[in-house]
């Protein structure tokens, strides 16, 4: 019995004795902080859950807004209430919250120093989330890789490559690189040079070229379209041409503009050279002469 007394005696928690938890008032108590907590922390997730909603839902409204930063932004505010929530809950059990957010923000130094390389792809992460370098759907070239976005995160960037294939770039390179966007602007401006012979006529040459071009339906007059001889080569006279069309059809478009200007010129006979090589060969016994009258 005495054993038993001492027991009921010795301190267990504040100061507290076995024997005064044991009491209907501490377990009260108790009760109602484990109550508070699942409160708090329920009214955290549904508030975190709708904040996030209302924050995306503002992106998907709009369409000249980036659903990506909308996105992120809601993640952010989620964990941010989240993370208040907790500390409401530490605060219900007499947790002191300052001590514990110090050693937080210890254990985040050493885990930073720990892992610089993965907090530098977040970080560029976020500066592409926030500045919009490129959106999904954007056809872009960073890195030396060429493709159409997919998905932006914190940790990297994904491309579906002209192949299809699919190519993960950590943020950092995306972001410390120089970034292409073939998507940023509705028009763009397609260029080719076309040689002609010498003894053409370049009159006719020049008017075949625009006519052609400009016959096709996906060629812009505004701005004007730039046609003129631009270089006298070794074997041909080169005309540099310049024509604005819808982004979009900018690839297809240069192809196919490249082989109807060969067929119109063709049909109007007009010479398109290749390089030429002439061989002069020596009449035989011509070098012998040449050695003796020398000698």
């Known amino acids: ?97 300052t001590s514990i957010i110090a050693a937080i923000g210890a254990a985040g130094l050493a885990i930073g120093l720990a892992m610089q390389g993965a907090l530098s792809n977040v970080a560029a992460g976020v500066m592409i989330i926030l500045f919009r370098p490129f959106k999904l759907g954007d056809f872009i070239e960073v890195d030396g890789e060429m493709g159409t976005v997919k998905d932006i995160n914190l940790n990297n960037t994904v491309i579906a490559s002209l192949s299809n294939l699919k190519v993960i770039i950590p943020n950092s390179e995306v972001w410390g690189n120089t970034i292409t966007n073939y998507s940023s602007f509705d028009t763009r401006r397609a260029e080719w040079t076309f040689g002609v012979g010498y003894g053409a006529n370049l009159a006719v040459a020049e008017r075949v070229i625009r006519e052609t071009i400009m016959s096709d339906s996906r060629s812009h007059s505004d701005p004007e379209p730039f046609i003129q001889v631009n270089e006298l080569n070794s074997s041909s006279v080169d005309f540099l041409v310049r024509v604005w069309v819808d982004a ?13 200007v060969k067929e119109a010129l063709d049909a109007a006979g007009v010479d398109i050279p290749f390089p030429t090589r002439t061989i002069v060969q020596a009449e035989p016994g011509a070098q012998e002469n040449e050695a003796s009258q020398a000698a």
């Open 248 to 260: 979009a059809e900018y690839f297809q478009y240069q192809a196919d503009m490249k082989r109807k």
């Open 1 to 97: 019995m005495e054993s038993f007394n001492n027991l009921m005696q010795t301190e267990i928690y504040g100061g507290k004795s076995l024997s005064d938890l044991v009491t209907l008032e501490f377990l009260a108590e108790v009760l109602g902080s484990v109550v508070a907590a699942v409160v708090i922390l329920l009214a955290g997730f549904i508030v975190a859950s709708w904040v996030k909603r209302r924050i995306v839902a503002l992106g998907d409204t709009h369409a000249s807004l980036d659903v990506t930063l909308f996105h992120f932004l809601g993640n952010l505010a989620r964990y941010v209430i989240l993370a208040f929530a907790v500390l409401f809950v530490l605060n219900t059990f007499g947790v002191k919250t």
